[in-house]
């Protein structure tokens, strides 16, 4: 009875520990890392709160700078190498730089993220809070929750002993929301980050649809377009005619319609966000203004527009432009027209490479009993710093935290999105570190 008592219970045992998914591929040093996150998850939420009630809008040169000083303690902590790299020159604070050299030979690891928001100093307040499950604050998913969900998971292969053979790279920019100018200068340091590393990661927003996590491994670039048309100015009386012509506004709405029938096919967004016109228009530089001058009884001489367009791929960039100045350069009579980009943002179009590492991250979340994450598709994904680096390396999108309501007031985090994306990003970054470099 005795030997049929132990059999019981060592088959219940079993069982219990079969069902047990978290456990059930980590090795001894990633379930040390995931108990680590768990553990740490309180500590991470109050450095959160910092992080978020010190405004740092772009534009905000000493709130960058601050929220860069904390987050810069943290990683020395770590037993990083820290830089702070001045970006005066791009109108901006500048960039947070953090390497931790590992084993010789081993894979390199970009990991990227940004420091600042785009709610500026003028604002409608909006300090940390927590309300059950979630949390809100300005910018507290895009970008400062992704910032925390890094840390805490550095914080976990510190504890496990993973950190110290990984080799590591850190560029967290201070001006992802609005790029510093000339662009070249603001993302020198991104594009050479990206070119020693074998593998990036985002660490923007968690991408999920219908309560489930999604895997990203691509993002559509960010264009911008700025559209003038001219006319003859006159009486409204001579609108149409040979003489007169269509006048500059009307034009303007042609080219635009004909952008509307014209321009559309597959993973290609584009939109119309100012217009203008009369006998005088103008846009302020940053394209978010406008003046315009006229009466009902004049032809418009002046017609101007601004918007932007998004691709997947740097071939459909170029062909997407080639459409717009072909369709611009087929003016009516008596106006005239032209039309100006600013490639602001590169497309990351999607590789094998990165799928790749998307199906090594399921493996992650298969050890640690998570549902796997479907690809998502790259419409549902803005502009972002690692298509900067595209060109160079393979790597996948969105390691920050779940939530709501990014570039809106009231933004929010699922709070239980730290640990998971902790979890996944430290063993993944552990995983990966032992690999061999293949540069």
Not at 108 to 136: C, Y
Not at 207 to 221: H, N, P, T, Y
Not at 413 to 435: F, P, T, Y
């Amino acid at each position: 009875m005795q030997n049929r008592a132990l059999l019981i219970a060592a088959t219940a045992l079993a069982c219990i520990v079969a069902a047990a998914p978290a456990a059930a591929g980590l090795s001894p040093a990633e379930a040390k890392m995931a108990a680590a996150v768990d553990s740490g998850q309180e500590d991470a939420l109050a450095l959160l709160a910092r992080l978020v009630n010190q405004n740092s809008g772009s534009l905000n040169i000493d709130g960058v700078t601050k929220v860069g000083v904390m987050v810069r303690a943290e990683l020395e902590a770590l037993g990083l190498q820290t830089r702070w790299v001045p970006m005066q020159a791009t109108g901006r604070a500048g960039h947070l730089i953090a390497t931790n050299a590992g084993r010789k030979g081993d894979k390199q690891i970009l990991l990227i993220g940004h420091l600042d928001t785009v709610f500026e100093p003028d604002a409608p307040a909006d300090p940390f809070h927590r309300d059950g499950d979630m949390a809100g604050g300005q910018g507290i998913g895009d970008d400062k929750g992704g910032v925390v969900v890094m840390l805490l998971a550095l914080k976990a292969m510190k504890t496990a002993g993973t950190l110290k053979a990984t080799n590591l790279e850190i560029v967290l920019t201070g001006d992802e929301e609005r790029v510093g100018s000339p662009i070249e200068v603001a993302r020198a340091d991104l594009v050479a980050a990206g070119k020693r590393a074998d593998v990036a990661l985002d660490f923007e927003g968690l991408a999920q649809e219908g309560g489930k996590d999604m895997g990203s491994i691509a993002r559509r670039s960010g264009n911008s377009w700025r559209l003038q048309t001219s006319g003859k100015g006159g009486h409204s009386s001579g609108i149409f005619s040979a003489n007169a012509g269509d006048g500059a506004i009307f034009e303007l709405a042609r080219i635009i319609a004909v952008f509307r029938t014209q321009l559309p096919e597959p993973n290609l967004t584009f939109n119309v966000g100012l217009v203008a016109g009369g006998a005088t228009a103008a846009l302020d530089n940053d394209g978010v203004r406008a003046t315009a001058a006229g009466k009902s009884n004049i032809i418009p001489a002046v017609g101007l527009a601004y918007g932007d367009f998004r691709t997947l791929s740097q071939e459909q960039t170029d062909r997407v432009r080639a459409k717009m100045q072909a369709i611009v350069a087929r003016h009516a009579p008596r106006t005239d027209a032209s039309i100006e980009f600013s490639e602001n943002y590169p497309p990351m179009a999607p590789t094998p490479g990165s799928r790749a590492y998307l199906a090594k991250l399921n493996m992650v979340n298969r050890d640690l009993g998570l549902a796997e994450m479907a690809e998502l598709d790259p419409l549902k994904r803005g502009a972002g710093d690692i298509a900067f680096v595209a060109k160079d390396v393979d790597g996948l999108v969105g390691l920050g935290t779940g939530g709501k309501g990014a570039h809106a007031p009231g933004e929010t985090i699922e709070i239980a999105s730290i640990a998971r994306q902790a979890k996944r990003a430290a063993i993944l970054m552990s995983r990966l570190g032992a690999e061999k470099s293949l540069k």
